[in-house]
Structure formats: structure tokens, C-alpha cells
């Protein structure tokens, strides 16, 4: 099907245009932009390159989607964003690209950014992740898949997001939040699992007890780092959960919430 362009949008003659897709009124696509089959830009979208975008993206009012790094380092350099498919971007949602030659933020597919959700440059984003209302990452952020940010939390640069975590809102990450955990606060510290969340994505009872467990002796005893993870290594994992949490937390370069 052909594409659907408003005569106010302005498009780089350079940028490549996917099948079916609905650009609407006074967006502006850039050089360097790709642009897959099936997107749809309401009105005032910003697409900037060195840009690739899947299919299937929504992009809604005053989005700027692949804009240059806000680092100071940067000086000027090719560097590149790639979005995945499926992806929903609210009002105001900012993405930038990498800071250094070569390098590149990442978003995967299947995720929903609330309005005024921030993406820093170098930052890695999971599937099916949900960023609520003012959800900010610093630079370099790794968040893994079904990751929910409560509204107004912010990410310190460097920072580690566990796949299936979640963070209350106005929480301030300043450490690695290991996976299935919860986190609130200022600063955050790990309150609960994420056990609602692990039962809709279909995990089994056991292993929910496992992560709970896992819980217990990082935060709930009184074990430093080493003896809850000797603890852990005696249990019996479930689906390799037990190994994932320890690997997650051995490889920590700022250290895990507390």
C-alpha cells in the first residue's frame, strides 16, 4: 500500500520511506532516516539520522526520535540509533543516538514510552518494556526486557536494569537493579518481587518461590554480598533464574541496590 504523506511534512530527498506509512501534518524527516513498512506519525514528529526504524512504530505528537548525543564529548561524528518494530512513542518522547564514532543507542520492539520519556545516548532497551510518564535514562542505561519504570524515575548513567523489573514512581537508580526486582525510593532500595509481574508472563509457581528466596537472602538477611550469593548457589534453581540473579550481581560495575 502506498504511503500517506502531508503536504506540510518535509522529508530529506535522502531518507527511505517504508510501504503504508502515515506521515502527517508539519513532521520533519531527516537525512540519514529509514523509515520501515507501517509506521505512523500523528503531527510534529522529528526524525534525525543516522536513524533505522522497524515496522509497525507509532510516533505521536512533538516526539524527537534519533536526535545528535546531548554528551559534551561529542564532536561531531557519524554515530547511529536503531529502533526495533512495534514500538509506541508518546508526546514528547526523546531518543538520542551515540556519543562516540560508531556507537549506538538501541531500543528493541513491543515497547510503550509514556509522554516526556527520555532515552540518553549509548543506552540499550529491551522488549516489551513500559517507560511511564517522565521516565528518564542517562547515558550508557541497559534495560532488560519487561522492565516497567514508574513515572518520574530517573536512571543514573551506567546503570543496569534487570530484565522483569520494576521501579515505583519518582524512584532515583543510582545502582544495578537486579532482575524481577522491585525498587523505590530516594534513594531506591529494593522493597518486594516482582511476583505479579512473573505470574503474566507465565512463570511457574516454583519459580516465583525461587525468586523469592533470592529476595530474601540479598535483602531481607543479614549477609553481605559474598554469603547471600553462597546461599543462592545451595538452593535448587528453577529455569536458571538463581544463576541469572547471581551472574547479574558478580558482573555489577556499580554495585546492586540495596
Not at 534495560?143 to 532515583?172: E, N
Not at 537493579?177 to 525498587?183: C, E, K, R, S, V
Request: glycine fraction near 12%; charged fraction near 20%.
Amino acid at each position: 500500500m502506498a504511503s500517506r504523506i502531508h503536504p506540510t511534512a518535509v522529508l530529506d530527498p535522502s531518507a527511505e520511506i517504508g510501504e503504508d506509512v502515515e506521515i502527517g501534518p508539519y513532521c520533519v524527516i531527516h537525512a540519514g532516516v529509514r523509515l520501515g513498512d507501517g509506521c505512523w506519525l500523528q503531527n510534529h514528529v522529528t526524525l534525525a539520522g543516522p536513524l533505522t526504524v522497524g515496522a509497525g512504530n507509532r510516533f505521536f505528537a512533538f516526539g524527537s526520535i534519533g536526535q545528535q548525543t546531548q554528551d559534551l564529548k561529542y564532536k561531531g561524528e557519524p554515530t547511529f540509533c536503531e529502533i526495533g518494530q512495534g514500538n509506541t512513542f508518546r508526546e514528547f518522547v526523546t531518543v538520542h543516538r551515540g556519543t562516540g564514532g560508531e556507537d549506538k543507542t538501541v531500543i528493541g520492539s513491543h515497547n510503550n514510552f509514556l509522554a516526556y520519556a527520555h532515552i540518553a545516548h549509548d543506552c540499550k532497551v529491551g522488549n516489551h518494556c513500559i517507560f511511564s510518564n517522565n521516565a528518564t535514562l542517562a547515558g550508557h542505561v541497559i534495560v532488560g526486557d519487561h522492565v516497567i519504570l514508574g513515572g518520574l524515575s530517573a536512571v543514573h548513567q551506567f546503570c543496569h536494569i534487570g530484565r522483569g523489573a520494576m521501579t515505583g514512581g519518582c524512584t532515583k537508580i543510582v545502582q544495578d537493579l537486579p532482575p524481577h526486582m522491585i525498587a523505590d525510593g530516594n534513594p531506591a532500595s529494593v522493597r518486594s518481587v516482582n511476583s505479579v509481574g512473573m505470574q503474566r508472563h507465565g512463570y511457574s509457581e516454583a519459580a516465583v518461590r525461587v525468586i523469592k528466596e533470592a529476595h530474601r537472602s540479598l535483602w531481607r538477611k543479614d549477609l553481605n554480598t559474598p554469603q547471600a550469593l553462597a546461599e543462592l548457589r545451595a538452593l535448587e534453581d528453577v529455569d536458571g533464574l538463581l544463576a541469572e540473579i547471581i551472574h547479574f550481581v558478580e558482573s555489577s560495575s556499580r554495585g546492586i541496590i540495596r
